[in-house]
């Protein structure tokens, strides 16, 4: 592949190729849906909404998925509204994709909700919960998209914390900090295939939490996985915090494919941000994948080849570099989707294209964008796509549909509209 640099390569010596792109966030692993062009600023307005509650945490929408007509949103919450309604709603609630009327279905979970998938017609919420929808079931479970039941034939064995959930060949990845940290499931019965035996050990020195993987996706063609997380080791070989699986046989292997880069810390010395890496996302093409961090950008070094609080694109066929970074110059990437017309990423951050950027300031010629940006998938450059959402932590759910782009967070309004904790923003 012919190399050119990008402008911040010029500018940073950060390089550049082509191709088009793909989507990840916790909570939602696949290749996102491809787009013919970026998705409106104008976000829908029929949505519903989160409602804070005096005394309790700062509402947050984590994980959406779509299945049957009906959209699936979980998170932290206990309200809900839409239409001047109110609706008590505990961690989980459902909705109607065409006109945002709520679901009666009674799905709350006693604990956070931080990932879901669709397979058919059937949803799958995982998180910390021990009790969801008036049942006595943990971690994960599989709900009908068209009436709302847990079905109670499912049941995994999984004993923790589930991160992110992803499907493929007839399987349904898991991964998390429970004790085998990433398993395949029987989609139907929850039971262990065996599929994915690789043992993902060592924890990263002074990392906050279990050893566990926090971010997942799987290319269209359903052979690769690639996988983020709180990691140094998988099936006994050095993969710190990043590890490519091989998924096409009866087995799971480890892929040899691993950026050495990723072994280097990031600035940040914080227990939250020493395993750096987060959200990653296949292209629909699936000749490459796009992966978000946070850990704060080096101020020397190996500046332009470490991946902090930046959004880095690489390639199938090469792990010697990227083929763009954009930094934010110092704060947190979570969620990444990718659709062909863009790379979306959210998070807590108030810049794009800001390689010299320090402790989130604007190290000259920086795009001014809070919480949610779009890069042009073969220069890395942002684009002028801009609906500022503020955020406080910032948002992990981007999950791009055939009508546009759902976007879960805890930000209070979207492209200056009030959109608590959920918006939708359609194709034109």
């Known amino acids: 592949m012919k190399r050119r640099l990008t402008r911040h390569g010029r500018r940073a010596t950060a390089l550049v190729a082509a191709a088009t792109l793909a989507v990840t966030a916790v909570g939602t692993a696949t290749a996102d849906t491809p787009h ?16 804070r509650v005096d005394g309790q945490a700062k509402p947050i929408v984590d994980a959406i998925t779509v299945a049957g007509g009906t959209v699936f949103a979980g998170g932290r919450f206990t309200r809900v509204t839409q239409g001047g309604q109110n609706y008590q709603r505990t961690n989980v609630f459902a909705f109607d994709e065409d006109t945002g009327a709520m679901r009666s279905w009674d799905l709350d979970a006693d604990r956070r909700v931080w990932a879901m998938t669709a397979i058919g017609n059937w949803v799958y919420i995982a998180g910390q919960f021990r009790n969801i929808g008036g049942t006595n079931k943990r971690s994960i479970v599989r709900v009908n998209a068209t009436t709302g039941q847990i079905d109670p034939g499912f049941t995994s064995a999984i004993r923790g914390r589930v991160n992110v959930l992803a499907a493929a060949n007839g399987r349904l990845y898991a991964g998390g900090s429970f004790r085998q940290r990433l398993l395949a499931l029987n989609p139907v019965t929850g039971a262990n295939t065996g599929h994915f035996g690789l043992d993902i050990t060592d924890a990263l020195p002074n990392a906050w939490g279990r050893i566990s993987v926090i971010g997942m996706s799987i ?28 998924i096409s ?19 940040s ?29 080096p101020r020397s070094g190996d500046r332009f080849e470490t991946v902090c609080d930046g959004a880095a694109r690489f390639d199938m066929n090469d792990d010697s570099q990227p083929q763009w970074i954009n930094y934010t110059g110092g704060d947190s990437l ?25 402790a989130s300031m604007d190290g000259g010629g920086a795009a001014r964008r809070l ?42 309004r979207f492209g200056g509209e009030q959109h608590r904790g959920l918006a939708f923003a359609p194709l034109p």
């Open 371 to 412: 919480g949610i940006g779009a890069i042009h998938p073969t220069t890395g450059d942002a684009l002028a796509w801009d609906p500022p959402k503020r955020a406080a932590i910032g948002g992990r759910a981007l999950v791009a549909t055939p009508r546009g782009l759902w976007v879960g967070s805890d930000s209070v």
């Open 269 to 297: 010395t914080h227990p939250r941000r020493i395993a750096y890496l987060q959200g990653i996302d296949f292209a629909p093409t699936g000749d490459y994948f796009v992966v978000v961090s946070t850990g704060q950008i």
């Open 334 to 358: 979570w969620s990444v989707s990718v659709t062909g017309a863009a790379v979306y990423v959210q998070g807590h951050f108030q810049w794009l294209d800001n390689p010299f950027g320090w």
């Open 36 to 51: 013919p062009t970026v998705v409106s600023e104008n976000p829908a307005n029929w949505t519903p909404a989160l409602v």
């Open 249 to 267: 046989g009866a087995q799971a292997t480890l892929h040899n494919w691993y950026y050495n880069r990723f072994a280097s810390p990031c600035s």
């Open 219 to 246: 290319n269209p063609a359903g052979t690769r996985l690639v996988a983020t997380g709180n990691f140094r080791q998988v099936d006994g070989q050095a993969r710190s915090r990043f590890f490519m699986a091989d």
